[in-house]
Nanobody, 118 residues
Framework: QVQLMESGGGLVQAGGSLRLSCTASGNIFTINAMGWYRQAPGKQRELVANIRSVGETRYADSVKGRFTISRGGAENTVYLQMNSLKPEDTAVYYC????????????WGQGTQVTVSS
């Protein structure tokens, strides 16, 4: 059973920083990609950033230059460093992963709340 466990959300003032972490556990053979999505109240879930096993990254235009995605912890962990946070970054942030365990599957974390006050 694969699980994605997130941490690091919270309340921060505009201009501040937060670091989110997500660790995948279980019978994992290979992780193709990990990433972060977010969903604000009344809005659709949107991609924030993702990183593939070869290191290729992709960011939403709204976070480019402010957020940085990286992997560590034997590559089963993904981080999202969020700087210069804005009130519009307020959302529930979800970790996701494309991996083989041994069959291919797409998995989601439970979500962590990020609230940016003005």
């Amino acid at each position: 059973q694969v699980q994605l466990m997130e941490s690091g959300g919270g309340l921060v003032q505009a201009g501040g920083s937060l670091r989110l972490s997500c660790t995948a556990s279980g019978n994992i053979f290979t992780i193709n990609a990990m990433g972060w999505y977010r969903q604000a109240p009344g809005k659709q879930r949107e991609l924030v950033a993702n990183i593939r096993s070869v290191g290729e990254t992709r960011y939403a235009d709204s976070v480019k230059g402010r957020f940085t995605i990286s992997r560590g912890g034997a590559e089963n962990t993904v981080y999202l460093q969020m700087n210069s946070l804005k009130p519009e970054d307020t959302a529930v942030y979800y970790c996701d992963a494309d991996l083989y365990s041994p069959d291919y599957g797409h998995y989601w974390g439970q979500g962590t709340q990020v609230t940016v006050s003005s």
